[in-house]
Structure formats: structure tokens, C-alpha cells
């Protein structure tokens, strides 16, 4: 099992950049794909970008090329880098931890931390 807390969410005005911390606690992080999530007021929950145990990612179209994503095993964390952001970047972001146990996805999540982009 993990535990993850969210960190580095604010105030910024369009345009500004962001760092998104997520640092997980608990065995086995590096068997876990992590990623982050957004939910916007009265949107779905959506995927924004995903890293595995080897640094293989994945972006959602919406943040490609502005947004990256990393991690540290040794300080068992992942990072969200948010560049060039906009309004409707404005969400709670959610980071998450997921595998895969007998063909049974089992995922985790953080308690999300807010982003606001206005001016």
C-alpha cells in the first residue's frame, strides 16, 4: 500500500509556471505507474500525464509540451512541472499510484491540491 501527499498549488497568473510535488509513502514505489489527474468544477476527473518505474511517460494532448512530468526514487516523489499555464488550467490536481495485482488495477490517490491560474 502507498500513501501520497500533493504539494505546491496556488495562485499564478496566466502564463506563470508551477511545481506540483507529490511524495509517496509505503513499500514498493518503483512497482507503481504514477500520475497526475485534474478535476475542474463540474468536469470529469482527467488523466493529464503518467511515468513509470523505467521514466516511460505519457501526456494527455491538453498538456503536451507544457507540462512535465518525473520522479525521484530515492526520494520515492513525483513532480508535475506546469509551464506557460492558462485558465482553464484551473483545477485540483490529484496524483496517483496504480498497478497491476492478479489483472486487478489497484490505484491510489492523493488528497489533490488546488491550482488556480487568473490574473
Known amino acids: 500500500q502507498v500513501q501520497l501527499v500533493e504539494s505546491g498549488g496556488g495562485l499564478v497568473q496566466p502564463g506563470g509556471s508551477l511545481r506540483l510535488s507529490c511524495a509517496a509513502s509505503?513499500?514498493?514505489?518503483?512497482?507503481?505507474?504514477m500520475g497526475w489527474y485534474r478535476q475542474a468544477p463540474g468536469k470529469q476527473r482527467e488523466l493529464l500525464a503518467t511515468?513509470?518505474?523505467?521514466?516511460?511517460?505519457y501526456y494527455a494532448d491538453s498538456v503536451k509540451g507544457r507540462f512535465t512530468i518525473s520522479r525521484d526514487s530515492a526520494k520515492n516523489t513525483v513532480y508535475l512541472q506546469m509551464n506557460s499555464l492558462k485558465p482553464e488550467d484551473t483545477a485540483v490536481y490529484y496524483c496517483?499510484?496504480?498497478?497491476?495485482?492478479?489483472?486487478?488495477?489497484?490505484?491510489?490517490w492523493g488528497q489533490g491540491t488546488r491550482v488556480t491560474v487568473s490574473s
Open positions: 496517483n499510484a496504480h498497478t497491476i495485482r492478479a489483472s486487478v488495477r489497484i490505484d491510489y
Open positions: 509505503g513499500s514498493g514505489f518503483n512497482i507503481y505507474v
Open positions: 511515468i513509470t518505474s523505467g521514466n516511460s511517460t
